[in-house]
């Protein structure tokens, strides 16, 4: 599933394609791909629009409109594809198209369980949400605060997207291993100097996993449909067997929460 490295990723490559483009049509090639309003209405709320900004929230690109904003969520296969003008609709998971002024972004979804949706206020409907991790709000003490008062594997609290936005199963496994964290060890006895380090290593592996344009395992690309980069920097997650860079243990895997979690049993307590 794209996490906060490759939706920001994806919103930095759309931002100088759409901003201040207007909306010319909207092609609805699955109807279900459409969270709200229905399907017709929904293209009615976007049709002739300006996008005026691009942003991402967590997980969510947020187009700022002329009235309301566009939400799109890419589940676990979704991508959002520039394409030119006058191509085709030769995806063959298109799932809706957006035709703007001289250019055509396609959501495409081999699994169905992206969407995207027209809201009134984008601060509303994402008011759930945690802190960004990237962001002054994300504080070592508001993580310390968080964590003591759950008895949950710090894994599912990083999961939590109230607690934290744009974090998933990649980049929390990824950032334990930095922090020399298990898994699975309950969120509440995490002394305050492993919460420093925790989130020293949440921040450190998401600006670098941005900079290297996200993580592609199966489906990801970016909006230009490339593949992230990200992969190769993995120290743990979907390397089961292998060596640890840091102490040659074993990297093991295990599920939490139903997840496939990657850990080093050697330097992670």
């Given at each position: 599933m794209p996490e906060l490295p490759e939706v920001e990723t994806i919103v930095r490559g759309l931002r100088g394609v759409v901003v201040g483009k207007r909306i010319r049509r909207v092609e609805v090639h699955w109807a279900r791909?459409?969270?709200?309003?229905?399907?017709?209405?929904?293209?009615a709320r976007l049709e002739g629009q300006r996008v005026l900004g691009l942003d991402r929230r967590g997980k969510y690109v947020v187009g700022r409109l002329e009235d309301g904003f566009l939400l799109a969520h890419l589940g676990m296969t979704g991508q959002l594809v520039v394409a030119d003008a006058g191509e085709g609709d030769d995806c063959r998971?298109?799932?809706?198209a957006l035709v703007l002024e001289g250019v055509r972004v396609h959501f495409s979804d081999v699994r169905k369980l992206g969407h995207?949706?027209?809201?009134p206020d984008a601060g509303v409907a994402l008011g759930s949400l945690g802190p960004e991790p990237l962001s002054a709000g994300f504080t070592v003490e508001g993580?310390?605060?968080?964590?003591?008062?759950?008895?949950?594997a710090i894994k599912a609290l990083l999961l939590d997207q109230r607690v934290l936005a744009g974090v998933g199963n990649i980049y929390a496994d990824e950032a334990l291993h930095g922090a020399g964290i298990a898994p699975w060890r309950q969120a509440c006895t995490l002394r305050l100097e492993e919460v420093d380090a925790l989130w020293r290593a949440i921040r450190g592996e998401l600006e670098r996993a941005i900079g290297n344009r996200g993580t592609t395992l199966r489906d990801y690309r970016d909006s230009a449909g490339r593949e992230g980069g990200h992969r190769k920097a993995l120290r743990v997650y979907g390397r089961a067997g292998e060596p640890c860079v840091r102490c040659g243990t074993p990297i093991a895997r295990m599920v939490i929460c139903g997840r496939s979690s990657y850990h080093c049993p050697g330097c992670q307590h």
């Open positions: 791909s459409i969270a709200a309003p229905d399907p017709a209405e929904f293209v998971y298109l799932r809706v995207l949706a027209w809201v993580l310390a605060a968080a964590a003591a008062r759950r008895r949950v």
